[in-house]
């Protein structure tokens, strides 16, 4: 995560680069640590990147749903054109 969000920041020409993250799972939701630790490594390993998490109960499948629908209408747009 800290790669991506730091080269983000680097691609963008950003002094400072600041991005919410939706995240799922039972590890991040249930574990007393792990939200934590997390948060400090990403700001540890990308120190110019303000990176908050937020949790999504919505589940990948609702994610792959939208993806899905994006692609979809993309395609649909490059026909046209």
């Not at 991506?4 to 020409?13: M, W």
């Not at 799972?25 to 249930?30: R, S």
Request: aromatic residues 4%; charged residues 30%.
């Amino acid at each position: 995560m800290a790669a991506i969000v730091e080269k983000r920041r680097q691609d963008q020409g950003l002094e400072h680069f600041k991005v919410a993250v939706g995240v799922d799972g039972t590890l991040y939701k249930l574990h007393p640590h792990f939200s934590r630790i997390l948060q400090e490594t990403v700001r540890e390993l990308a120190p110019r990147c303000d990176v908050t998490f937020m949790l999504s109960e919505d589940g990948s499948g609702k994610g792959a749903a939208l993806i899905t629908a994006v692609a979809k209408r993309l395609q649909q747009q490059r026909k046209e054109n």
